[in-house]
């Protein structure tokens, strides 16, 4: 079955960086739009990153985000990556895995996640 599982996460100082990854298996991986979601303690999920499916990949950033995180694919690895640079506190959070099949968004999946604490 289809299966997503994150990496990567940890504890690292606020300026720090880190790199998560996202092994996917079970599905066609080349053809999903591949997304990073973050949740916060109380807070709503919301989207990180994505990165579509197309032989020339687009990609689109919160705007937290931009010019720190950048989200690349390895379709030969089925892996999805997020590099965070630039860290800060407010980043702060569990990171998860999405895919979605663009044509039919019932074919999603999510992984279960992977922590990541800014902190001093």
């Known amino acids: 079955q289809a299966q997503l599982v994150e990496s990567g996460g940890g504890l690292v100082q606020p300026g720090g960086s880190l790199t998560l990854a996202c092994k996917a298996s079970?599905?066609?991986?080349?053809?999903?739009?591949m997304s990073w979601y973050r949740q916060a303690p109380d807070e709503e999920r919301e989207l990180v990153a994505s990165i579509s499916q197309t032989v020339t990949p687009t990609t689109n950033y919160a705007d937290s985000v931009k010019g720190r995180f950048t989200i690349s694919r390895d379709n030969a690895k089925n892996t999805v990556y997020l590099q965070m640079n630039s860290l800060k506190p407010e980043d702060t959070a569990v990171y998860y895995c999405h895919a979605v099949f663009p044509w039919n968004n019932e074919h999603n999946y999510w992984g279960q996640g992977t922590l990541v604490t800014v902190s001093s």
């Open positions: 079970g599905f066609g991986f080349v053809s999903y739009v």
